[in-house]
Nanobody, 122 residues
Framework: QLQASGGGLVQAGGSLRLSCAASGRTFTGYAMGWFRQAPGKEREFVGGINWSGDSALYDDSVKGRFTISRDNVKNTVYLQMNSLKPEDTAVYYC?????????????????WGQGTQVTVSS
């Protein structure tokens, strides 16, 4: 239902844009978020955006480098990642929470995509 894409291998300092498309159902009224999990580490919150797209929240580790946006007509959410660092290497997951506001990271989203690998080389 949530299909993430856009991951890949990039050098440190580079950029990637992840996309997350909803299929099979709409996520009208849902906040959307991105989480990531690096090998051997716990899953962590990256950022989230409210239903209307005018409010976003980011983890301090990505603030100023990552930007979340959404296109509700296309049922797609994006994660623009700039100034990537090797520590950003992880599998990135798109999620949806049944609330119009951003409640991340204090709650576990109800819907998760399959994840897309991002690898940043030094």
């Amino acid at each position: 239902q949530l299909q993430a894409s856009g991951g890949g291998l990039v050098q440190a300092g580079g950029s990637l844009r992840l996309s997350c498309a909803a299929s099979g159902r709409t996520f009208t009224g849902y906040a959307m978020g991105w989480f990531r999990q690096a090998p051997g580490k716990e899953r962590e919150f990256v950022g989230g955006i409210n239903w209307s797209g005018d409010s976003a929240l980011y983890d301090d580790s990505v603030k100023g480098r990552f930007t979340i946006s959404r296109d509700n007509v296309k049922n797609t959410v994006y994660l623009q990642m700039n100034s990537l660092k090797p520590e950003d290497t992880a599998v990135y997951y798109c999620t949806a929470d049944r609330a119009t506001i951003v409640r991340f990271p204090g709650i576990t989203p109800q819907y998760w995509g399959q994840g897309t690998q991002v690898t940043v080389s030094s």
